[in-house]
């Protein structure tokens, strides 16, 4: 197998990811986001003869003034018929060939379960971290499909606010409307002191992707002359990801959000997107925001964790 780390060609990258469901921390547009923001990235590609077989995306920093930090998270991506062997294989080829200094330390973080990772695969590597969570949700289902799958008590929040024919509901790629709610989100983060990616991501993301209208979409819900609640959702590939939401105290009594996500759904099933990520479960730390997530009825999923 030939492993390489330049002059990659992103549309293979692309294609690629798009076929096996990738990440957003896996898409090209997420790594030239934070590369416009400061951040290095690394990126390998790896073929068996004329066939691509891998991607892996790194973000690397420095600890402690001299060692090189590189976190691979939510891949590599390989190709289903790379064996647990070949997967060892390129693990290693990965650690020895990443171009940062000399003194450097690598982490693996697959976009799997730990039932699915084969312990050949990590061979000489230790677990050091445990996994993340995240409801996914299939749109290759019939909205009839998803609909019978929500929780009772979701449905219930969704058909009134569905119902409530005071409210106005909007789905679309709006430029304008997206840093309408990335100031929300600013607002938020400082009241509630919570911290994440840096909001200015969210323009980098979108910026750099070829056609911005296909990178994202804001669901938006208005009252009056009022704007009760927004939802954003980054596209990479045929996967959507949540990315930040918010509402005004009205905007939770109605249930926007609830009608928001549905309507999102929707929209996003409509212009191909096969899988919806809702982001992180946490029910200890954001127990209000993980039921709503889980009562969407999509499939919750607890990554394998991370490795060294």
């Known amino acids: 197998m030939n492993l390489n ?9 692309s294609d690629f990811h798009a076929q096996h469901h990738g990440s957003m921390q896996q898409a090209w547009g997420y790594g030239e986001a934070l590369t416009s923001m400061g951040v290095t990235m690394r990126r390998a590609m790896v073929w068996d003869g004329e066939r691509l077989v891998a991607i892996a995306q790194f973000m690397v920093k420095r600890v402690a003034g001299y060692i090189s930090l590189a976190s691979c ?19 290693k080829r990965l650690r020895k060939t990443i171009p940062v200094s000399r003194l450097k330390v690598l982490l693996f ?4 379960t730990l039932e699915l990772v084969d312990r050949a695969e990590f061979q000489g590597m230790s677990r050091v971290m445990t996994g993340y969570a995240t409801v996914l949700l299939d749109l290759k289902m019939p909205l009839a499909t998803l609909n019978a799958n929500l929780e009772g008590k979701w449905r219930n ?44 991501f969210v323009s980098a993301y979108i910026a750099a992707a070829v056609d911005h209208r296909k990178a994202f979409v804001v669901a938006y819900a208005e009252l009056g002359k009022n704007t009760i609640g927004g939802m954003l959702f980054l596209i990479h590939g045929r996967v959507a990801s949540y990315h930040m939401g918010w509402a005004d105290e009205e ?29 992180g479960v946490n029910t200890h730390d954001l127990p209000g925001i ?11 999923v607890q ?3 991370t490795f060294f």
């Open 290 to 300: 993980s039921r709503f997530k889980l009562g969407t009825g999509g499939r919750v």
């Open 303 to 305: 990554l394998a964790g």
């Open 157 to 200: 929040r969704l058909n009134k606010a569905l119902s409530n024919d005071k409210i106005r509901f909007h789905v679309q790629p709006s430029l304008k409307r997206c840093e309408w709610l990335v100031g929300k989100e600013l607002a938020q983060r400082e009241a509630k002191k919570f911290h994440g990616l840096p909001t200015e």
């Open 109 to 112: 973080s697959p976009d799997r």
């Open 73 to 91: 998270t939510r891949g590599p991506i390989f190709h289903p018929e790379v064996t647990p062997a070949q997967r060892a294989d390129i693990y």
């Open 251 to 279: 905007g939770r009594q109605l249930n926007a959000h609830n009608a928001l996500l549905w309507k999102s759904m929707a929209f996003l099933q409509e212009q191909g997107i096969e899988v919806l990520d809702l982001g």
């Open 5 to 13: 780390w330049e002059h990659l060609p992103q549309a293979e990258w």
